[in-house]
C-alpha cells in the first residue's frame, strides 16, 4: 500500500525495482496494491532496458487488474475509489514510445471500475433544449499559474459572452492571481476537491458541452473523465496522450504538431484547432539581471529546460557528441524538484562523463528549481536551447523563443514529441528542425561556430515571434466548433 507514495516521493530506481520485485513475490490481490504497483516507475530510468523492464511490467500488471476486474463483481466503492485514488499513469507517458494501445486499455480498466460504482453516469445525457446560450463547462485541477493555464486559460476567458456560458470546475486547492482572473471572466465557478460534490454540481448545471483541459496527472479527474457528466465531451492536450476513454468524445489538439495519421493515436475523434490550438499571451519582458549564475566567459552555452524524467537514457550520447566536437560548451539542466531524482539523473550523466574520459563539472551544470525570474535569466544567458527528444518542449519553447533563443528540434511522429516542431514551422525556421541525431549535432555545432547564421535565425525570431502568441483565431475555431456539435445534436 506505501509502494505508490514511496516512489512518488523518492523516485529511487534501484531501490524501486528492488520494492517492485519483492512485491511481486507477494503476490498482491488488493485491488489497490495492484494498481499502485501497475503505476509505479522509476521516473529517471538508468538504461534503454529498464524503460522495457517497466512498459512490460506496466502490461503485466494490466492485465491482472483486468482478470480481476472480469471475475469479480463483488468490488465495493470505497475498493475502487482507494485503488483510482491512489495513482495515475502519468509516467507511462514519458517511456518515449507509442503507448496508444495500453493507454486505450487502461482507460478501459477505469471506465469498467467507475461503472461499478456511477452506473447512473455512464448512460447517454440527452442533449438540452435549443437556448440563447451554449453551457460549456470547463475542468482541471489546474486553474492557477501553470502550464494548463498559460495553454487554456484564454479558450475561458475570450470566449464569447454572447454565446456562452462557461462553467468552470476546479477540483485543487491552490488559487493565486491567475484563479481570480478565470474566475472574474467565466458565469459560474465551482472550487471543491470532493469527487461527489463535484458530479452533483456538473450534473445540475445542465451542461451542453464539459472540456477538460487534462485528464492523467491527478487522480480525481482521472475518474471524472470516465463518466459522462454532459451530452458531450471534450479533452485538451494539457496531457497530450488520448485519455482511452470511452466517454470522451473529442480529442483537441493543434493543426501544425499533427500528422496526416494522427488520429491511430487517439481513441477519441481527433480535432485539429488552428496552430498550436492555443491562444498563448506573450510572456511580460521583465528584469532579466544576473543572480547567481556561473561565469561562463568565451563558452558556448547549451540549455535544456525540460524536466529529467523527459530526457531519457537512450539520448545522453548527444550530448557527448556535442562535446567532441565544440569542447569550449557547457551544458545547463534543470534539476527537478525532488532532489533525489536530480541527483539519479547527474549520476546517469556522471557514469557517462567517465567512460568519455570527461570530468563532470567541466561541462555540466545542474541548476535547481528557482524563481520565474532566475529561470528566465538562465535562458536568456544561455545561447542555444537543446530540446528534449521523445516529449518536446511547448511552453518552456514558447518562453524561450519570447527572449530570442534559437532551439534545436528532432521530432518524431507522435504529436508530444512536435511541440517545438509546431512553433518553428509557425516562425518558418525549419533549418531548427532536424531529422536525425546526427543533423541534431551538426546543427548545434553550426549555432556555436557559424556567427552569422546564428544571427540571423535570430534576427528571425525577433521580426517573427509575434506570429505563435495571442492567436485568437484558435478561440474563433473553437466556437465555431462548438456550435456545430449542438446543431448536430
Given at each position: 500500500n506505501n509502494l505508490g507514495q514511496y516512489h512518488q516521493e523518492?523516485?529511487?530506481?534501484?531501490?524501486?525495482?528492488?520494492?517492485?520485485?519483492?512485491?511481486?513475490?507477494?503476490?498482491?490481490?488488493?485491488?489497490?496494491?495492484?494498481?499502485?504497483?501497475?503505476?509505479?516507475?522509476?521516473?529517471?530510468?538508468?538504461?534503454?532496458?529498464?524503460?522495457?523492464?517497466?512498459?512490460?511490467?506496466?502490461?503485466?500488471?494490466?492485465?491482472?487488474?483486468?482478470?480481476?476486474?472480469?471475475?469479480?463483481n463483488f468490488l465495493k466503492k470505497d475498493q475502487i475509489l482507494n485503488a483510482l485514488n491512489s495513482s495515475t499513469n502519468f509516467y507511462l507517458h514519458y517511456l518515449g514510445q507509442d503507448i496508444t494501445s495500453l493507454q486505450i486499455r487502461y482507460g478501459t480498466i477505469v471506465h469498467k471500475l467507475t461503472k461499478y460504482i456511477y452506473p447512473q453516469f455512464h448512460e447517454k445525457i440527452q442533449s438540452n433544449k435549443p437556448s440563447e446560450f451554449i453551457k460549456v463547462g470547463f475542468i482541471s485541477s489546474f486553474f492557477y499559474e501553470g502550464v494548463v493555464t498559460k495553454l487554456f486559460k484564454n479558450w475561458i476567458v475570450k470566449l464569447n459572452k454572447k454565446k456562452f456560458k462557461s462553467f468552470v470546475y476546479h477540483i485543487g486547492e491552490k488559487n493565486d492571481h491567475t484563479t481570480s482572473l478565470i474566475k472574474e471572466n467565466c458565469y459560474s465557478f465551482f472550487n471543491k476537491k470532493n469527487i461527489d460534490a463535484a458530479i452533483k454540481q456538473i450534473i445540475s448545471d445542465k451542461l451542453d458541452i464539459l472540456i477538460f483541459l487534462d485528464i492523467g496527472m491527478e487522480p480525481k479527474i482521472q475518474i471524472l473523465g470516465s463518466l459522462k457528466l454532459a451530452p458531450i465531451q471534450c479533452?485538451?492536450?494539457?496531457?497530450?496522450?488520448?485519455?482511452?476513454?470511452?466517454?470522451?468524445?473529442?480529442?483537441?489538439?493543434?493543426?501544425?504538431?499533427?500528422?496526416?495519421?494522427?488520429?491511430?493515436?487517439?481513441?477519441?475523434?481527433?480535432?485539429?484547432?488552428?496552430?498550436?490550438?492555443?491562444?498563448?499571451?506573450?510572456?511580460?519582458?521583465?528584469?532579466?539581471?544576473?543572480?547567481?549564475?556561473?561565469?561562463?566567459?568565451?563558452?558556448?552555452?547549451?540549455?535544456?529546460?525540460?524536466?529529467?524524467?523527459?530526457?531519457?537514457?537512450?539520448?545522453?550520447?548527444?550530448?557527448?557528441?556535442?562535446?567532441?566536437?565544440?569542447?569550449?560548451?557547457?551544458?545547463?539542466?534543470?534539476?527537478?524538484?525532488?532532489?533525489?531524482?536530480?541527483?539519479?539523473?547527474?549520476?546517469?550523466?556522471?557514469?557517462?562523463?567517465?567512460?568519455?574520459?570527461?570530468?563532470?563539472?567541466?561541462?555540466?551544470?545542474?541548476?535547481?528549481?528557482?524563481?520565474?525570474?532566475?529561470?528566465?535569466?538562465?535562458?536568456?544567458?544561455?545561447?542555444?536551447?537543446?530540446?528534449?527528444?521523445?516529449?518536446?518542449?511547448?511552453n518552456t519553447s514558447l518562453e524561450a523563443i519570447s527572449l530570442n533563443k534559437p532551439i534545436i528540434t528532432l521530432p518524431s511522429n507522435i504529436m508530444r514529441s512536435r511541440h517545438t516542431f509546431g512553433v518553428l514551422k509557425i516562425l518558418k525556421l525549419e533549418e531548427l528542425i532536424c531529422k536525425t541525431k546526427k543533423e541534431y549535432v551538426d546543427l548545434a555545432v553550426k549555432l556555436s561556430k557559424n556567427s552569422n547564421f546564428r544571427d540571423n535565425i535570430i534576427k528571425r525570431i525577433k521580426e517573427n515571434k509575434q506570429l505563435v502568441f495571442n492567436n485568437f483565431k484558435t478561440i474563433q475555431f473553437l466556437e465555431i466548433f462548438l456550435e456545430s456539435l449542438i446543431k448536430k445534436n
Open positions: 523518492i523516485g529511487n530506481e534501484d531501490l524501486s525495482i528492488i520494492y517492485y520485485k519483492k512485491a511481486l513475490e507477494i503476490k498482491p490481490t488488493n485491488l489497490r496494491s495492484r494498481w499502485l504497483l501497475m503505476n509505479t516507475f522509476p521516473i529517471i530510468y538508468k538504461n534503454h532496458e529498464q524503460i522495457n523492464y517497466f512498459r512490460k511490467h506496466f502490461e503485466e500488471n494490466l492485465k491482472v487488474i483486468e482478470d480481476l476486474v472480469d471475475k469479480n479533452c485538451a492536450y494539457g496531457v497530450p496522450v488520448t485519455t482511452g476513454f470511452k466517454n470522451i468524445d473529442y480529442f483537441f489538439s493543434g493543426e501544425i504538431m499533427e500528422i496526416s495519421s494522427s488520429q491511430k493515436h487517439y481513441s477519441e475523434k481527433l480535432i485539429k484547432l488552428p496552430a498550436l490550438g492555443v491562444d498563448y499571451d506573450i510572456p511580460k519582458k521583465i528584469n532579466t539581471d544576473d543572480t547567481d549564475l556561473k561565469n561562463e566567459k568565451n563558452k558556448i552555452i547549451f540549455l535544456c529546460l525540460q524536466n529529467n524524467y523527459k530526457l531519457l537514457p537512450q539520448h545522453d550520447h548527444i550530448y557527448f557528441e556535442i562535446i567532441k566536437k565544440i569542447p569550449e560548451c557547457k551544458l545547463w539542466f534543470m534539476r527537478a524538484k525532488n532532489e533525489f531524482i536530480s541527483n539519479k539523473f547527474k549520476e546517469r550523466i556522471s557514469i557517462m562523463c567517465k567512460q568519455n574520459n570527461l570530468l563532470l563539472d567541466d561541462f555540466f551544470v545542474f541548476y535547481p528549481q528557482t524563481s520565474h525570474q532566475n529561470y528566465l535569466n538562465l535562458i536568456t544567458k544561455s545561447d542555444v536551447v537543446l530540446d528534449s527528444l521523445d516529449w518536446s518542449g511547448l
